[in-house]
């Protein structure tokens, strides 16, 4: 009796560890993973500064993202209304990154923080001849506005375009390779 | 008697030991004495899968990265680290973003992908870097060209679609080395972050100054957005599976239901 109930003792741990070997074989599976995480920080403030300087009869305007590194980029405009008076030309100097259109000249690149624009230099004279210091007399109104530069994407030329900023109704043709 | 019977079992146990011992002696100088052939030797590498996460054709942080540890692996064109000037990341531009999956040993797996988007902002009393949930995460986007992911080549589950998470499943086994078609192609961030609405400031301050006759006036724009400083957070966590037995592996080890593979397909109902 003794050693038939030892042998069903036996014949169970057999089959109890039959079941635990082929269950540990059925749940092993092989797996694998790789995980990362990435950031960006989202810098919208700036400041932008336009500079004048005025000396003989000629008047040089630039703009400046004083923002630091980690600002935004801008995109920038200016208008300048000069007085108008008898005999008085004004003649405008700009590069090539400059645009007119309508009553503003428009900067054709996007600003990053610390740089500044090429400049547009305003020249007067009077009947053909240039201005001294002391007949200097004459108001030229420059006003300058600039926007965070924002893009949207053109998927057909797989090309960034850089947006109109509200209130502008135009904006040049800046763009953005995908990088 | 008792006694004497004993010390006979002992000794036909400590001789059957001692024959073991002589035997695995004699099998280890055979072993050292042996000469094998190179043209019949076989080598047996019992090795686990191996899935690495591409980002632009790389491993994504040389291949040992954990979200604990690896928190700046992604994104590192849009962060300026591709030799550009830090910094410039400018919103609504896109970003070459190339997801993609590798197989990294010499077994086939299917493989799935995981990404969740979130942002991140400043405590206001602490000052500390926290989740923030009032900004949509679908605010930020991943794409491929004109499609929000590349659907001919890996299927989106709705079951495990959340406005956070989605997870994508690639259709076919990936063979051994073999690397994924890409999931995304860019990245970028919604422009409408700087819609007029979500300006905070805008001032503008004139200054004047002359010297030695040369006068410098100027005119200073300063501005602040509503979501400046905000962090636009993607984590990507790329998973792989053994190809026998996978239905049983999809259901054991990603428990999702609606998920099933054969001949090498994936399906997702």
């Known amino acids: 009796m003794k050693i038939a109930k030892k042998k069903k003792i036996i014949a169970a741990a057999a089959a109890i560890l039959t079941l635990i070997v082929s269950t540990g074989l059925t749940v092993s599976f092989f797996s694998d993973y790789e995980a990362a995480l990435g950031k960006v920080a989202l810098h919208m403030s700036g400041e932008t500064q336009i500079q004048e300087q005025t000396a003989d009869n000629e008047k040089t305007i630039k703009i400046v993202n004083t923002g630091e590194q980690g600002d935004a980029s801008v995109v920038a405009r200016v208008s300048i209304s000069p007085e108008d008076g008898d005999g008085v030309t004004y003649a405008f100097e700009k590069s090539g990154d400059w645009e007119k259109h309508g009553g503003y000249y428009y900067y054709k690149k996007v600003l990053a923080p610390g ?25 030229i109104i420059v006003n300058h506005e600039s926007a965070i530069a924002a893009y949207e994407y053109d998927a057909a030329k797989n090309v960034n375009k850089v947006t109109k900023p509200s209130g502008w109704d135009y904006i040049p043709t800046i763009t953005a390779p995908v990088e | 008697m008792k006694s004497r019977k004993c010390s006979k079992k002992t000794l036909a146990l400590i001789a059957v030991a001692a024959l073991l011992f002589a035997s695995g002696g004699l099998m280890q100088t055979q072993a050292q004495l042996s000469i094998f052939s190179q043209d019949y ?9 191996r899935v690495h996460l591409l980002e632009n ?8 990265n954990t979200l604990e540890h690896k928190d700046t692996c992604l994104l590192l064109q849009a962060r300026g680290y591709d030799g550009k000037t830090p910094g410039t990341f400018e919103p609504g531009r896109v970003y070459k973003e190339e997801i993609a999956a ?3 040993r010499d077994i086939p797996e299917y493989v799935r992908l995981t990404i969740r988007k979130y942002w991140m902002k400043a405590d206001p009393k602490t000052g500390a870097m926290v989740k923030d949930t009032t900004l949509k995460p679908n605010l930020i986007h991943l794409g491929y060209g004109s499609k929000d992911y590349n659907s001919g080549a890996w299927t989106i589950n709705p079951a495990e679609t959340t406005t956070e998470a989605s997870t994508y499943y690639l259709n076919t086994v990936l063979a051994k080395g073999a690397t994924s078609a890409k999931l995304f192609n860019t990245f970028w961030i919604d422009k409408s972050l700087v819609d007029p609405g979500n300006i905070i400031t805008n001032e503008s301050k004139p200054t004047s100054d002359t010297d030695e006759g040369v006068t410098t006036t100027s005119k200073t724009i300063t501005y602040t957005y509503k979501y400046d400083g ?3 957070c993607i984590e990507a966590d790329v998973q792989s599976i053994q190809t026998h037995n996978v239905n049983d592996a999809i259901d054991s080890l990603w428990g999702v239901t609606n998920v099933s593979a054969s001949g090498g397909k994936v399906t997702v109902k």
């Open chain 1, 115 to 139: 740089k500044s624009t090429s400049a547009i230099t305003v020249t007067i004279t009077v009947n053909g001849e240039k201005l001294t210091p002391d007949q200097m007399d004459f108001n």
């Open chain 2, 41 to 49: 030797n076989a080598e047996f590498e019992l090795d686990h899968l």
């Open chain 2, 57 to 64: 054709g790389k491993d994504v942080c040389g291949g040992n």
């Open chain 2, 102 to 104: 590798q197989n990294g």
């Open chain 2, 230 to 232: 905000y962090i636009a």
